[in-house]
């Protein structure tokens, strides 16, 4: 198997419907995009066999201070894996890489915000060093969580 983690080009955002249905969540799809261009996301993503299993972001303006300070503090956005390609090891390894690239950039902290109910993620992020709770507060979606890694 040949696994490669690459950065991802706004020129190749379409890509990424492979992973998540950007029709039913356009706005999403379009203030991805469009930080993708500014430069206020970078994303990896990570190919198996030139086949897209996964992707995560780096976001440095989040709009709240919990979640990100400049040149300091950014939020880690949008880890999704493929179905049939997870329990394989692939979100520990963009995670892993995202906090690489993170420390390259001399950042400090890293913070997420995660649905209470979503277990997966809350054991993925908490086993990773994600330690710290900011606050735990609920929304239309529900009870969420916002932690943080000191790097
Ligand atoms: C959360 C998600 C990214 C995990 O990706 P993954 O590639 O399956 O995770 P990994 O295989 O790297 O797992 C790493 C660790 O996370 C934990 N974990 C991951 N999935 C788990 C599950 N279904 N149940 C329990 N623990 C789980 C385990 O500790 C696991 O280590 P282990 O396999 O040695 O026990 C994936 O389930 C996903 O895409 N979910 C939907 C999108 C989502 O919720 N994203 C997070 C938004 S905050």
Redesign the pocket.
């Known amino acids: 198997m040949d696994d490669i983690i690459k950065q991802l080009q706004p020129s190749d955002f379409s890509k990424c419907a492979a992973l998540w249905n950007m029709k039913k969540q356009p706005a999403l799809a379009e203030h991805f995009y469009s930080d993708l261009c500014s430069g206020n996301r970078i994303t990896w993503i990570y190919e198996r066999d030139g086949a897209l299993c ?1 992707e995560i972001s780096l976001v440095f303006d989040m709009k709240d201070e919990d979640y990100t300070i400049p040149q300091r503090r950014a939020y ?1 956005s ?6 049939d ?11 892993a890489y995202l906090t690489e690239q993170a420390k390259l950039l001399a950042l400090k902290e890293l913070t ?4 209470l109910d ?4 809350l ?3 908490t ?2 060093g994600f330690d710290r709770v900011l606050l735990i507060d609920e929304d239309k979606q529900g009870q969420y969580i916002k932690l943080m890694k000191t790097l």
């Open positions: 996964g880690v949008h880890l999704v894996v493929k179905k390609c997870r329990r394989q090891g692939i979100g520990k390894k963009l995670l997420i915000g995660v649905d979503n277990y997966p993620a054991k993925l992020y086993v990773a």
